[in-house]
């Protein structure tokens, strides 16, 4: 599928995106200046779908002040970039919040800090299901930002087929963003991939490395530092890790034939499954936080129809081992909203 058939809210994006979140959101953030080249380097190989968050970061530091730097000092990459940006959940915390109160609160605080810098926000997303809200509660007040003309469109995340169709009959919903990976295919089996394909909206692809584990570069649990956020990760814990790494071995047997990383494998399995067997367009946002990794993860790398099968036989063998997030996290995976109660 070529880029020029890939739209999102209207406007044309690449067949790889790029995710803002390590460029905020860790111990120690790479400095403004690697951060911007980063940036650059996305826009060089094409990639300009960013997703960001006002919750990559604090109250403070995140991708909205990141972005709000980049497009002052940039001017000329406001119109050449598409932007989503996670929101929704409580000020500060990790929890979603998708009461009209704090959608409100969050849709136009992000709308104001890019407005500064010339920049209409292109996409608002729902970062996780509130648990308390109807989801039909928060499109409806998200779609009063759009029907003036504030907000380019709304997004989900991390939600139930359910929930996919209910937000949809409110308004179009313009994404979807799940993890999805070589070690993350849930979306194939739980009703995500197929819903999205038949209401037509696109997928967006979150670690499509793994967290990292898929390029190989991480050889044992104590090649993290302490304060890694992955050393809490159930899939990174010492009891499995080699059984996961198993099928990063087989993905680089593969990657040495074709000439690459296992980590471009991975980016390409994804693109070679997006608008196929039934899926939708899937657009995988690898996150860098150096022009050199951001280059390797745009790089094109064609995977044949064997391939494709190699790769399809290998994962139907493979147990992965670990859920994908510590169980305090992990209640919010697919989260399926509650009911609506009109009065």
Known sequence: MSDSSLTITGHKVHSTGYGLM???????????????????????????????????????????????????????????????IKGGCNRGELVPNGSPENTRRSIQECIDMLGKAGKKLDIWESARVDPKTPVEITMRTAKEFVDAGKLGGVSLSECSAETIRRASKVLPISA?????????????????????????????????????????????????????????????????????????????????????????????????????????VIIPIPGATTPERVAENCAEVELSANDVKEIDSLLATVQIEGGRYPEGHSKLNFGNSPPLEEK
């Open 176 to 280: 979807v963003e799940v993890e999805f990976s070589l070690w993350s295919t849930e979306i194939l089996d739980n009703g995500v991939a197929s819903t999205c394909a038949e209401l037509g909206i696109p997928i967006v692809a979150y670690s499509p490395l793994g967290r990292g584990f898929l390029t190989g570069q991480i050889k044992s649990y104590d090649d993290l530092d302490e304060h890694d956020l992955r050393k809490h990760y159930p899939r990174f814990q010492p009891d499995v890790f080699d059984k996961n790494l198993q099928l990063v071995n087989e993905m680089q047997k593969l990657a040495q034939r074709k000439g690459c990383t296992s980590g471009q494998i991975a980016i390409a399995w994804i693109k070679a499954k997006s608008g196929k067997e039934g899926l939708p």
């Open 22 to 84: 390590g460029l905020t959101w860790r111990a120690n953030p790479p400095p403004q200046e690697q951060a911007f080249a980063a940036m650059k380097e996305a826009l060089k190989h094409g990639a300009n779908f960013w997703n960001g968050g006002e919750i990559y970061g604090n109250a403070d530091r995140n991708s909205l002040h990141l972005l709000q730097e980049y497009f002052t000092e940039f001017p000329d990459d406001v119109s050449k970039v598409v932007i989503s």
